[in-house]
């Protein structure tokens, strides 16, 4: 598993672009094997990722944020229930960002955000995040162009603060086609147990399809930074995205070079009776 190179490729270069039209959301190209050979590599790095979120709780010294953004039924859920299956609840939090409440568009934009960034030891995943506030915010022209285009400058800074106090920030983009899309919106319609996540707002979503490609265009390449990269995940096939998250994500663990904490005292020779 461990020869496998880092997808670096899916990474966007600090400074941009993200050449979003440019990235193929069916792109295989990293991982050279089949279907099934990828779902079995993906087992072993969950299990992988089981040991190091064990050894973050254990040791208790790094934090990690994992931001998820992508277009509806662009994977998210899946992606937190797949990835992160079999890791100890106690360490991983999911925040998930809905439309404000009335109190949360009493304050800054940020102000909702902030109590839900990882403490030691901690992995937190965000389900959308503030950048809903240069996104969909953007889109609908919720603010004006002049107060939402201040808040890239506003994000940098601060991620720049959780890194600087010793956060590990990943920003992944589950990339897929509007075509996907379609087949998915249209699998919610038809499949009783996927109805309940259908929406009709998700249609009129879909009609401004390419003002969110542009929002997300501009967002990512404004907002990667050497500390809190983004990477673009191509998306389109589900055990695709599920090993290229998990392999993310075990390196960016693995880079930590974590260790188990030293008890402190001498335990050589206490038998327990
Ligand atoms: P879902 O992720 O399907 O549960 O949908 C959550 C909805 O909340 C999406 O339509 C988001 O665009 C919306 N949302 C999240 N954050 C914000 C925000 N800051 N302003 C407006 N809408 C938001
Ligand atoms: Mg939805």
Not at 64 to 83: E, N, Y
Not at 89 to 94: A, D, F, L, T
Not at 175 to 191: G, N, V, Y
Not at 250 to 261: F, G, I, K, S, T
Request: with cysteine; proline share 6%; aromatic share 8%.
């Amino acid at each position: 598993m461990s020869d496998l190179a880092h997808p670096d490729a899916y990474r966007v270069p600090p400074g941009g672009p993200a050449d979003l039209a440019g990235r193929d959301p069916a792109d295989r190209s990293w991982f050279p094997g089949t279907k099934k050979e990828g779902r079995r590599l993906t087992k072993a790095l969950n299990r992988r990722l089981e040991e190091l979120q064990e050894l973050l709780w254990a040791e208790h010294r790094h934090r990690l944020l994992v931001v998820l953004q992508a277009m509806d039924t662009g994977g998210k859920d899946g992606t937190i229930r797949h990835v992160f299956d079999g890791t100890n609840p106690q360490g991983v939090k999911v925040a998930a960002f809905k439309r404000p409440t009335p109190d949360e568009l009493a304050h800054d934009y940020l102000w909702r955000v902030h109590p839900h960034v990882p403490g030691d030891g901690e992995i937190a995943i965000f389900n959308r995040s503030h950048y809903e506030d240069v996104l969909v915010v953007r889109v609908h022209g919720l603010v004006p162009e002049d107060r939402w285009r201040r808040r890239y400058g506003h994000i940098v800074e601060f991620e720049r603060l959780l890194t600087d106090e010793g956060t590990t920030i990943v920003k992944l983009f589950l990339h897929i086609s509007k075509e996907e899309q379609r087949e998915r919106l249209q699998a919610r319609l038809d499949e009783p147990d996927k109805r309940w996540k259908f929406s009709q707002a998700d249609l009129a979503e879909r009609e401004r399809w390419d003002d969110y490609q542009a929002a997300y265009e501009e967002a990512l390449s404004r907002t990667s930074t050497d500390d809190a990269p983004w990477y673009v995940v191509p998306a389109d096939r589900k055990w695709y995205r599920n090993l290229v998250v998990s392999k993310i994500l075990v390196d960016c663990l693995e880079a930590l070079d974590m260790r188990y904490p030293d008890p402190g005292d001498d335990l050589a020779g206490i038998v327990v009776t």
